[in-house]
Every structure is written in C-alpha cells, then in structure tokens.
C-alpha cells in the first residue's frame, strides 16, 4: 500500500509546511495554471535511469530548467540517463505519470531509488506531491531531504547550476 498523503503530513507535522490543493495536473506546465502559492518554488521531479537499468534516480530541479540529461549524467557521476518507464515508476515508486515526487521513494522498500535536489532549492522552500498529483506541499528542502535520509533513502543537494542545466 502506498504511502498516502495524510501520512507525508503527518510526518511534517512539527515542521513548516504548507499544502495546495488542485485539480489533477501531470506537467509542471499544467501545474501553473493554477494559482498555486510560491509557484517558483515548486519541483519539476525527473524519473531517470541509467542504460543498464541498474540505477534509478528522482531529480528535483527549478520549475524553469531544462532537462539536460547529459548535464545531470555529469553532475551526479551516473552512466547515460534516458527517463524511465510508466512501468518502473509504478512497480518502483508506486506512483503514475503525473504523480513523481520525492515522496515517492517512501514506496520503495529496496531503497533503489537515489534523490537529488538542485541546490537553488537549499535554504528555502520547495512545492513537491504528497504521492498523488491533486495536491502540492511546500516545506523546507532540508526537511524534505532529512526525512528521505531517515527512510534510508540516498538523497542530497546537487549544483544543477554547475552544468548550466
């Protein structure tokens, strides 16, 4: 059973957060034209994998970048990345297309899935889904991150800005 979004809150219940609710949205675009809160502040979240199959990563970037993928593949030291399959973010994470988060690796028992977290976010905010797409919740990313940690998630802060993504 996938962890729900009364569970994430929960768990941010002593900590900042802020939640906005919205109809379904599966783009980042699709997400602006709602009047959201911080809207510069909300993640686009890539679901990406290596070549091999073999390592699969959620990268969290500003809602304006690009998906260089080969500027990731530099920046977190990983094989060739392409995105990966409907099928793998359902078996993997839970979750369907529209719906990748951050949050989605509390689905993950195996602790296959690495997170990574541009930097621009550090020291603020960041607006991620609770594991379904009708709602955004905005907390700090160093919160975010920590609670990724204690799940025993791999997850840390890169410097997308160091590629020019």
Do not use: Q, W
């Amino acid at each position: 059973m996938p962890v729900s979004k009364a569970e994430i809150l929960s768990m941010f219940d002593d900590m900042f957060h802020e939640l906005a609710e919205h109809p379904p949205v599966f783009t980042i675009d699709g997400l602006m034209d709602y009047e959201i809160p911080h809207r510069e502040r909300i993640a686009k979240n890539l679901f990406l994998r290596d070549d091999k199959k073999r390592e699969y990563f959620i990268i969290s970037v500003r809602p304006d970048a690009k998906a260089d993928l080969k500027a990731i593949r530099r920046i977190i030291g990983s094989r060739p990345l392409s995105f990966a399959s409907e099928e793998d973010l359902e078996s993997m994470l839970m979750l369907r297309k529209g719906e990748v988060t951050p949050f989605g690796v509390l689905n993950d028992s195996s602790h296959r899935v690495k997170v990574f977290i541009d930097s621009f976010f550090s020291g603020g905010i960041i607006g991620v889904h609770p594991n379904t797409n009708t709602a955004t919740v905005f907390l700090r990313a160093e919160d975010l991150l920590s609670v990724l940690s204690e799940n025993g998630t791999d997850a840390s802060f890169i410097d997308m800005d160091a590629a020019d993504c």
